[in-house]
Structures are given as structure tokens and as C-alpha cells.
């Protein structure tokens, strides 16, 4: 089994606190680690099933069994839910007995790592698309993230957008009621769409 390592990427506190120096030093930090980050995934998938990943739907496509298997959780203490549930900036999901989760560490890493490739496939089919920091005020202020859409399209936050998907694997896992799961190919056709100029390739 190859060695993966947990990154533990900042909040949105830790990001909002960031002076204009340090958010460009995080970006440059995310974008000397991001083809690692990839790596070690594509070496993580293939040792748990023998999939090849490529910067291709089908690959994104093929993840989605596997990544049901990723979406492991914690649980909240009943004091922690009580803190949590006055801070709606976080990272946290309802199970149907009202208990508040989160991924775990180990996880949510996971979920980053698969936001982060499914970004890179999309940049490398739209030449129109880059890497850029986001210093929009909002929750994803000082997030690296995919810039260059079409008039009215934010830029896309890969980190938030891998772990929001695992997190809706968890959901569905527990029986909760969620709407249909947008896979990683699905997302990725959508996001083709956004990009200037270029329609859904395959």
C-alpha cells in the first residue's frame, strides 16, 4: 500500500485572516504540492482497485465506487453539536437522527485530493481556464481556485467541492434524503460548459 499523506487545508477563518502576502503564499504553497497531491491519489486508487486514473471523464467516472468507500465520518459530541450548530460556516452535515458528523481527517484530505484532480482534467481540456487565488469576500475568499469562466461564473473552489461530494456519499450512506449526486464526470461536463468559447468535450 502506497504512503498517503493527510494535508489539512486552512478554514474559512483561518483563509479570512489572511493578509495579501500570506493568501499569495498559500496559493504558491497549493500550487508546488498540487501535482503530488494527484499522485499520491492516483497511487491510493490504483493499489485499493487496479484503476489506471487519466485526466479523462471516464476516469472520473470509474472514481465514483471507490469514492463511496472514502466517505468516512466522526461523530459530534452532544456539546460540540451544540457549538456547531451556531456556525453555519462549518464543515459539518445533519444525519437523520438529527446528529451532527464531519469527514474525517483523513477524508476530507481525500476529498480535497479529488476536487483538486477533477480541476486539473478540467484545465487541461479548456486552455481558457488557470489556477488562480480567489479573493472574492466570501467563503472561498483566498481559496485556490479555477479561474476564467464566462461572464457570471464564480471561480470553482476544488478543495470545497471535492469534500462537499464525499460528504454527500456520507449522507446517502446514513439514508438520508439527499437529491441526486452530481459525480465527478457529471461535474466536470458542467463545468466544461462554463468555460469561454468551448462546448462539452469528451
Not at 486552512?10 to 489572511?18: A, L, Q, T
Not at 491519489?41 to 493499489?47: G, K
Not at 484530505?109 to 483538486?116: F, H
Not at 467563503?139 to 461530494?165: A, E, K, L, Q
Request: glycine share 6%.
Amino acid at each position: 500500500m502506497p504512503a498517503y499523506t493527510v494535508q489539512d487545508w486552512p478554514d474559512v477563518d483561518e483563509r479570512y485572516g489572511m493578509t495579501k502576502a500570506e493568501a499569495r503564499e498559500y496559493f504558491d504553497f497549493f500550487m508546488s504540492v498540487k501535482d503530488h497531491r494527484i499522485e499520491m491519489l492516483r497511487e491510493l486508487v490504483y493499489a485499493d482497485t487496479g484503476l489506471e486514473l487519466s485526466f479523462t471523464k471516464r476516469s472520473l467516472r470509474d472514481l465514483h465506487p471507490w469514492c463511496q468507500t472514502q466517505a468516512r465520518i466522526r461523530w459530534h459530541s452532544d456539546e460540540q453539536t451544540a457549538l456547531d450548530r451556531q456556525d453555519p460556516m462549518l464543515r459539518v452535515s445533519i444525519d437523520t437522527d438529527g446528529r451532527l458528523f464531519k469527514l474525517t481527517k483523513r477524508a476530507e484530505s481525500i476529498g480535497a485530493d479529488l476536487g483538486i484532480f477533477c480541476c486539473e482534467t478540467l484545465i487541461r481540456k479548456e486552455p481558457a481556464l488557470r489556477w488562480d487565488l480567489d479573493t472574492r469576500r466570501s467563503i472561498n475568499i483566498n481559496n485556490p481556485s479555477v479561474h476564467g469562466f464566462r461572464t457570471n461564473y464564480h471561480p470553482v473552489d476544488p478543495i470545497g467541492r471535492g469534500c462537499s461530494y464525499l460528504y454527500r456519499l456520507a449522507e446517502v450512506r446514513l439514508g438520508r434524503e439527499t437529491p441526486p449526486i452530481m459525480r465527478l464526470d457529471q461535474a466536470l461536463a458542467l463545468l466544461q460548459g462554463w468555460a469561454p468559447g468551448r462546448g462539452d468535450k469528451a
